[in-house]
């Protein structure tokens, strides 16, 4: 550990800024992308069994056979059962409670000594980093059953789900933390910021009744509202409350377990959540020491309904005040498009294909592998002024024109390099026929599209977001799988271009 201040007398809200200051100091560097397997989580897991302040225990298998881990930290006695990633694609904090694990272990400092000691006495903590391997695999929502988790909690036809319903019942937890990640693409409130955590205490009924398990929720949601506000200004929103009957959150809540819904949204310029990831770690030892010291009874639920609720106010793009013409007509609209991740089709290194158990030792991704690519889309087109975007350009007095493939093939990529991807751009394609797609080849590294078939994207709703815009016959800006190239200063943010075959 380094840089450690001591905290001597401070108030709590200056405790969590010190932390979110040292937080480096714990995080797991291991865990440098998103998505993970259950055989990377398991080799940081596995270490715990050498520290007597941890019990790690197998507590199930996947439909698949990949393993469930538990693991057990202090020995108050309040209960608290946290699960993680019950849905494969959201593990943002996954990673944070491996960072708690870290914080928990940590042995060279005295700065946070008491906060370590006042969780561990007074609070018992349960954690399933993982609880669907199998979707963690796959990076996709459902199981290998093809069943949401967070669907099943009466029905319990998948193993995950009834392993987290019997651990539920026989630790009888009094506290419950549903980790999840929402769109990223939400805002706090519809003139908010993006909605980079969203907070709920899950209903018990369609009346939204407050009961003595639920009013806890409640309050400690205000609890962490505070907390975060100082890191993410008007960046916490509430997640809708409208009651689902299968959802573990409600259930929870119905079975006595006070349950709180924390989900990672977006923050610009963390397309990893690293930032949001050292939120939820901040957060999570916020709410540990408010159920140790029963700080959380201070707070109203009053100032619950005053957090407002994610709306849908993002585009990961807005190009604004475009001059466009169809059909004669002449018309100024902004483009709202969306940059949607695509998994590579590469099995990770040393792990068998999708859908089969993960079997021997446990291996790890390469080393600065890329693991996705993008694909855009228009998403809407018109008066966008009520929405954001992550990232925006204001096209005022440029005319957009659909994005032209060029019309004679090339050869191979060295070719098309030769002759010069600018040149293309600057002439208004964002295209190109290549005589020799290699068969691997998911996404161009170059900012032109690649395709085989001599087709012209189109421009509108849902088509690929290609297209330039003009001042006059020049072109200022080519607009390439929805990152923006900018042709004056001769540079853009193409992170990836499409291959169509």
Known sequence: MTNCVPLKEQSVPNVWQILYQQYDNFKEERLSHRRFTSSELEVLIKELENDSRFTVTKAGESVE????????????????????????????????????????????????????????????????????????????????????????????????????????????????????????????????????????????????????????????????????????????????????????????????????????????????????????????????????????????????????????????????????????????????????????????????????????????RQPNQPLFYYESSIEDLGDLSVFQGFEELNAKGLRLQAGKVYPFAFEDMQQLQLYGVEKLLKDGYTSVMLSNIPEDMEYSSLPINLQLPKTATGFGMDEPADFVLLKGDKVHYAIINGFVYNLQKGEGKVKNARVKR
């Open 65 to 364: 056979g990949r393993p469930i881990y538990l693991v057990k930290l202090g020995w108050g006695p309040k209960k608290v059962l946290l699960w993680s990633q019950m849905h494969g694609d959201e593990p943002t904090a996954t990673a944070a409670i491996i960072d708690l694990f870290n914080f928990f272990q940590s042995d060279e400092d005295d700065v946070f000594d008491s906060l370590r000691q006042n969780i561990l006495q007074n609070t018992t903590l349960y954690f399933l980093p993982m609880l669907n391997p199998d979707g963690a695999a796959r990076y996709q929502r459902r199981n290998a059953l093809d069943i949401d988790l967070n669907r099943d909690a009466q029905r319990l036809a998948s193993p995950e789900s009834q392993l987290l319903k019997n651990i539920r019942d026989s630790l009888q937890a009094d506290w419950g933390f549903n980790l999840h990640d929402q769109n990223p693409r939400y805002a706090a409130g519809p003139k908010g910021p993006a909605a980079t955590i969203a907070l709920l205490a899950p209903p018990v009924d369609d009346a939204g009744t407050v009961d003595n398990v639920r009013r806890p929720a409640m309050q400690m949601v205000v609890k962490l509202n505070e907390v975060l506000q100082p890191f993410i200004p008007r960046g916490v929103a509430k997640w809708n409350d409208d009651f689902e009957p299968r959802a573990f959150g409600e259930n929870m809540q119905r079975w006595g377990t006070s349950t709180i819904l924390i989900e990672s949204g977006g923050y610009p310029g963390d397309p990893e959540k690293q930032e949001i990831r050292k939120l939820n770690f901040v957060a999570l030892l916020a709410a540990f020491q408010s159920i140790a010291t029963g700080s959380w009874q201070q707070e109203s639920i009053i100032d619950y309904d005053k957090i407002p609720e994610n709306a849908r106010f993002f585009y990961d793009l807005v190009v604004r005040n475009a001059q466009l013409e169809k059909d004669g007509f002449l018309y100024t609209a902004d483009v709202g498009i969306d940059r949607n991740e695509r998994e590579l089709r590469q099995p990770e290194l040393g792990q068998p294909e999708l859908g089969q158990p993960e079997l021997g030792q446990p291996e790890l």
